[in-house]
Nanobody, 123 residues
Framework: QVQLVESGGGLVQPGGSLRLSCAAS????????MGWYRQAPGKQRELLAT???????NYADSVKGRFTISRDTAKNTVYLQMNSLKPEDTAVYYC?????????????????WGQGTQVTVSS
């Protein structure tokens, strides 16, 4: 069983910063690409950033220059540093990971999601 557990959300004023963390645990044979998404009320889930095993990062235009994704391979953890936050960044933030392992007796790469953490940007 694999789990992704997020932390670091909360209430912050416009212009402020938050750092989200997502730790993967369980039967992990290979932690591959990881990413962060968000979903605001009434909107579709939006991809924000991804990072490969080699550390190459990609960002959505909406967060480029303000958010930074990073990972600690030894801790199976991905981070999202969010700066210059705006009210429109308010959403539930989810981490995502592609993990190699054995599920139901079948070896493969499987997609996992965290439970989500609320980020509210408001004065």
């Amino acid at each position: 069983q694999v789990q992704l557990v997020e932390s670091g959300g909360g209430l912050v004023q416009p212009g402020g910063s938050l750092r989200l963390s997502c730790a993967a645990s369980g039967r992990i044979f290979g932690l591959n690409a990881m990413g962060w998404y968000r979903q605001a009320p009434g909107k579709q889930r939006e991809l924000l950033a991804t990072i490969t095993t080699g550390g190459r990062a990609n960002y959505a235009d909406s967060v480029k220059g303000r958010f930074t994704i990073s990972r600690d391979t030894a801790k199976n953890t991905v981070y999202l540093q969010m700066n210059s936050l705006k009210p429109e960044d308010t959403a539930v933030y989810y981490c995502n990971a592609l993990i190699s392992g054995l599920v139901g007796g079948k070896w493969g790469e499987y997609e996992y999601w965290g439970q989500g953490t609320q980020v509210t940007v408001s004065s």
